[in-house]
């Protein structure tokens, strides 16, 4: 079996890693995001359980483009998994 020199692993190595160095970066960036999404729906619910925060009045001031309820999804962003229930206006 053919090995590159050690020399050249290196090289191959630091040539990777550059490369793959906004992948690396995007993907931590993502992670952060994820947990501090998950503090904050934690944080959510509990604010719900308490009483702290009400789901009717908070619910009311979420701003909703009518435009973005009906537009229809593309054939491409459906999985089987989807359960799709039809969207009506003025709910």
Not at 12 to 27: N, Q, R, W
Not at 35 to 54: C, F, Q, S, W
Not at 56 to 80: C, H, N
């Amino acid at each position: 079996m053919l090995l590159p020199s050690v020399d050249e692993q290196d090289a191959i190595l630091h040539s990777l890693e550059a490369e793959l160095d906004p992948v690396t970066t995007a993907i931590h960036r993502t992670e952060r995001e994820i947990g501090m999404l998950r503090e904050y729906r934690t944080r959510l619910v509990a604010d719900v359980v308490t009483g702290k925060l009400d789901v009717g009045d908070a619910a009311g001031r979420i701003p909703v483009e009518a435009e973005e309820l009906s537009a229809p999804i593309p054939a491409e962003d459906l999985t089987d998994e989807a359960e799709l229930e039809p969207v009506t206006s003025g709910d």
